[in-house]
């Protein structure tokens, strides 16, 4: 893992994602501003934390995409979930003090580091913001058994069109911007593990939901085509759209 440079806005890409749902204030913002470390750098392929490996660190994604995966004592690997830019990865090593699973970036990354005792006074004197970190760990874990039933309960082509809905969903919470097309860098073994299938399979599929009209590809470039259709045919629900923060005391209120 290398040092980068400065090559992404110093503000932070959770912070922005924090101040899409929460009125910061002043005090807020600088927490936020010093919880991270420096920079670094990772290549396609690099692993950030190795299950088992200690933990004394948690991990802002600034730029790129990573997964999170087990490895099962066959060999075979099942990735768990994609992580983007603006989401706090590194969660399942919370409980212990080493990591729960294995995270590895899929594209080139950035990521800033958090130290765990940082994150646990940031709680302490931020009790809004740790609130809303925790409300949001809470969707994605609801999204991830919504993916779970769709991967144990459907077939492949409902299987793949429930990610691809997730994946534009994540997207458009976390990085913004994402309208109806999606650059996936993902290779089809990566979508494969994710789901299930095999590489044939996930390719097989993929020309079906083309043919469909489901969606259109260039390249790695993936169009929804038709939201409503996709939505009744996979029952999704966008768990990362709407957050409610109307429980949360004001910051004043907490002093």
Same mark, same amino acid.
């Given at each position: 893992?290398?040092?980068?440079?400065?090559?992404?806005?110093?503000?932070?890409?959770?912070?922005?994602?924090?101040?899409?749902?929460?009125?910061?204030?002043?005090?807020?913002?600088?927490?936020?501003?010093?919880?991270?470390?420096?920079?670094?750098?990772?290549?396609?392929?690099?692993?950030?934390?190795?299950?088992?490996?200690?933990?004394?660190?948690?991990?802002?994604?600034?730029?790129?995409?990573?997964?999170?995966?087990?490895?099962?004592?066959?060999?075979?690997?099942?990735?768990?979930?994609?992580?983007?830019?603006?989401?706090?990865?590194?969660?399942?090593?919370?409980?212990?003090?080493?990591?729960?699973?294995?995270?590895?970036?899929?594209?080139?990354?950035?990521?800033?580091?958090?130290?765990?005792?940082?994150?646990?006074?940031?709680?302490?004197?931020?009790?809004?913001?740790?609130?809303?970190?925790?409300?949001?760990?809470?969707?994605?874990?609801?999204?991830?058994?919504?993916?779970?039933?769709?991967? %144990?309960?459907? &077939?492949?082509?409902?299987?793949? #069109? !429930?990610?691809? /809905?997730?994946?534009? +969903?994540? =997207? @458009?919470?976390?990085?913004?911007?994402?309208?109806?097309?999606?650059?996936?860098?993902?290779?089809?073994?990566?979508?494969?593990?994710?789901?299930?299938?095999?590489?044939?399979?996930?390719?097989?599929?993929?020309?079906?939901?083309?043919?469909?009209?489901?969606?259109?590809?260039?390249?790695?470039?993936?169009?929804?085509?038709?939201?409503?259709?996709?939505?009744?045919?996979? %029952?999704?629900? &966008?768990?990362?759209?709407?957050? #409610? !923060?109307?429980? /949360?005391?004001?910051? +004043?209120? =907490? @002093?």
């Amino acid at each position: 893992m290398n040092r980068a440079g400065p090559i992404f806005p110093r503000k932070s890409a959770l912070a922005i994602r924090i101040a899409r749902h929460l009125s910061l204030d002043r005090d807020e913002e600088a927490a936020l501003d010093l919880l991270e470390g420096a920079p670094q750098k990772l290549t396609p392929g690099e692993p950030l934390l190795t299950a088992g490996e200690p933990a004394v660190s948690l991990f802002v994604v600034q730029q790129g995409w990573l997964h999170l995966s087990n490895r099962l004592p066959d060999g075979t690997r099942q990735i768990l979930r994609f992580h983007y830019p603006g989401d706090l990865i590194g969660t399942s090593s919370i409980p212990w003090h080493h990591a729960g699973a294995t995270l590895t970036a899929v594209s080139d990354c950035i990521v800033t580091p958090v130290r765990k005792g940082d994150l646990g006074r940031l709680f302490a004197r931020h009790g809004r913001i740790g609130g809303f970190l925790y409300a949001m760990a809470a969707a994605e874990a609801v999204a991830m058994g919504d993916r779970l039933t769709s991967v %144990g309960r459907t &077939d492949a082509l409902h299987r793949l #069109a !429930t990610l691809l /809905l997730d994946i534009r +969903a994540r =997207l @458009r919470s976390t990085a913004g911007g994402v309208v109806d097309t999606i650059e996936l860098p993902l290779t089809q073994t990566d979508i494969g593990d994710a789901l299930g299938l095999t590489k044939v399979h996930v390719n097989r599929t993929f020309r079906e939901m083309e043919k469909r009209g489901m969606i259109a590809r260039a390249g790695k470039r993936v169009t929804l085509l038709d939201d409503a259709a996709l939505i009744a045919f996979t %029952g999704f629900v &966008d768990r990362y759209a709407s957050i #409610a !923060t109307d429980w /949360l005391p004001d910051e +004043a209120g =907490l @002093r």
